[in-house]
């Protein structure tokens, strides 16, 4: 039996539901309510420490660089510990492990929604607060991603709260090899390799819990070990 390798997250179980307790707003779409200590692995071994956050619109990785918001290119990134959280590169996106195994890992991707907070008559700018400290991003860019009002880390984290909260969404994913799977039966089963059978008396005889990082790797193991 191989031993599971369990990245330490309190409560694991319970972790699932909320992982943390994540409220961007529109003036800040981060996954941290700061930008924390940490440090970047670069596919060569390579460690490169500072301060970061993940943008919730498109999974990035920004940091600060003498006062200013930058974003770091995820080509060449394996992984980030941003304080006691682990991330890996999956596809370019930044997402957080829930748990590892020999044969792959369990990642949590978590976007908010921007689209959802644009007021109704269409104006990105009608929903941040201190309009005399930023710009829209519609004027900036002209587009409603919610990138940032500004890359100035003072003036930004001083009106992080002066503006609409944004939902966000989280799915859970298992990595194998360079596949990233959505984490649940209808999804896996249709894998290549699977027998759909075999599989359905595993995740009964396992009692399965597609939410629980701790059975997803199990499910790890197993797909594994059947190729």
């Known amino acids: 039996m191989k031993r599971l390798l369990l990245i330490c ?10 992982a943390q307790n994540v409220s961007p707003t529109v003036n800040w779409p981060y996954m941290y309510p700061d930008f924390v200590e940490g440090e970047m692995e670069k596919m060569g071994g390579q460690i490169e ?4 956050n993940i943008h919730l619109n498109v999974g ?4 600060l660089n003498d006062g200013t918001i930058k974003e770091h290119p995820t080509v060449g990134v ?9 991330y890996r590169n999956v596809g370019g996106k930044m997402l957080k492990v ?10 949590m991707e978590t976007l908010a929604n921007f689209t959802g907070i644009i007021s109704r008559d269409g104006a990105y700018g009608g929903a941040v607060a201190n309009r005399d400290k930023t710009f ?22 001083a009106i992080k709260d002066d503006s609409d909260k944004v939902p966000v969404t989280r799915k859970i994913f298992i990595v194998i090899g360079h596949q990233m799977i959505f984490a649940n039966k209808s999804t896996v089963i249709d894998m290549t390799g699977v027998d759909k059978k075999a599989f359905s008396a595993f995740l009964k005889s396992n009692d399965i819990k597609w ?11 197993y797909i594994t070990a059947s190729k």
Do not use: C, W
């Not at 997250?9 to 909320?18: E, G, R, W």
């Not at 420490?49 to 970061?52: D, E, H, M, V």
């Not at 990035?60 to 940091?63: D, P, R, S």
């Not at 829209?136 to 984290?157: A, C, P, R, W």
């Open 136 to 157: 829209s991003h519609q004027e900036n860019n002209g587009s409603f991603n919610g990138y940032l009002v500004t890359d100035n880390y003072k003036d930004l984290i």
């Open 60 to 63: 990035a990785l920004h940091y």
């Open 49 to 52: 420490k500072g301060r970061y």
């Open 78 to 86: 394996k992984s980030m510990t941003i304080g006691d959280d682990v």
């Open 98 to 107: 829930l748990a590892q195994t020999e044969g792959g890992f369990v990642v």
């Open 9 to 18: 997250i309190a409560a694991l179980s319970a972790a699932v539901a909320v």
């Open 211 to 221: 939410k629980d990082p701790e059975d997803l790797v199990k499910v790890i193991d």
